[in-house]
Nanobody
């Protein structure tokens, strides 16, 4: 059974950093592109970042470019999101998501599995 489990969330001050991890199981992880998305309190899901199956191609929402880094270790079936210089408005539940590759716009690929999420709170 496909399972994705996010970890690494917590409380951090503005300007701080966190590294999120997502452990995958139940499928051939190296065959899939992955997303990180987030949902702020009372808001809808927003796409944050994409990584291709091999890890050599990445994409980011404009709001996080230069501050966030997505990566993966296929030998460990894990995808990461390094988040630096965090802002209060980025408080959200962060989810890793399995997606299907194809010619889609950024953040528009079909999502088929996701985890329970990990809460990131940025406040002073």
């Amino acid at each position: 059974q496909v399972h994705l489990e996010e970890s690494g969330g917590g409380s951090v001050q503005p300007g701080g950093s966190l590294r999120l991890s997502c452990a995958a199981s139940g499928f051939t992880f190296s065959n899939y592109w992955m997303y990180w998305v987030r949902q702020a309190p009372g808001k809808g899901l927003k796409w944050v970042s994409t990584i291709n199956s091999g890890g050599g191609t990445t994409y980011y929402a404009d709001s996080v470019k230069g501050r966030f880094t997505i990566s993966r270790d296929n030998a460990k079936n894990t995808v990461y999101l390094q988040m630096n210089s965090l802002k209060p408005e980025e408080t959200a539940v962060y989810y890793c998501v399995r997606i299907l590759g194809g010619y889609y716009g950024l953040g528009e690929a079909p999502m088929d599995y996701w985890g329970k999420g990990t809460l990131v709170t940025i406040s002073s």
